[in-house]
C-alpha cells in the first residue's frame, strides 16, 4: 500500500536496525513496530540530522 503512494521501500534482512528515514533527513529510530501493533516495552527516538539520515541511507542500499 505505501508503494503505490509512492514511498519508498527498502528492506534489508542483513542488518539489525529498526528505523524509518522520511525525507531523507528525519529518522524515527527504535524498535517501534510502524506499521503494527507496538506494546508498553516498544521504544524510539527521533533524530533530525541530514548527514546521518544519509549514511544509513548508503548503509541500507549497499
Known amino acids: ?5 509512492g514511498t519508498n521501500i527498502r528492506i ?5 536496525i529498526d528505523a ?7 529518522i524515527w529510530y527504535g524498535n517501534v513496530y ?6 508498553n ?3 524510539t527516538i527521533r533524530i533530525d540530522d541530514l548527514t546521518l ?3 544509513i541511507l548508503e548503509e541500507l542500499y549497499t
Do not use: F, R, V
Not at 500500500?1 to 503512494?5: D, F, G, H, I, S
Not at 510502524?34 to 506494546?39: A, D, I, K, R
Open 1 to 5: 500500500m505505501l508503494k503505490e503512494t
Open 53 to 55: 539520515a544519509e549514511n
Open 12 to 16: 534489508n534482512d542483513s542488518l539489525t
Open 20 to 26: 524509518a528515514i522520511i525525507d531523507k533527513s528525519l
Open 41 to 43: 516495552e516498544n521504544n
Open 34 to 39: 510502524y506499521l503494527g501493533y507496538n506494546t
